[in-house]
């Protein structure tokens, strides 16, 4: 997922569990990832790919 589409469907996020911001923080230092994952963090967001479909 990137960071357009997670902004576009952040409506029908849900917030991040304290084991979901853990993970996110690992796998966070990857250049891939650092954009979308940070503002996940930033903004206490995460979003399953099944609500976009």
């Known amino acids: 997922m990137n960071l ?3 902004k576009q469907y952040r409506q029908y996020g849900k ?3 304290e ?3 853990k993970r ?4 966070g ?3 891939e990832f650092c954009e ?3 503002f ?4 206490n967001i ?3 790919q099944e609500c976009i479909i």
């Open 40 to 43: 996940m963090l930033k903004e």
């Open 24 to 27: 996110l923080e690992k796998i």
């Open 46 to 48: 995460k979003l399953e």
């Open 29 to 31: 230092e990857e250049k």
């Open 36 to 38: 979308v994952i940070g």
């Open 15 to 17: 917030c991040l569990t």
């Open 19 to 21: 084991t979901d911001r």
């Open 4 to 6: 357009d589409t997670l």
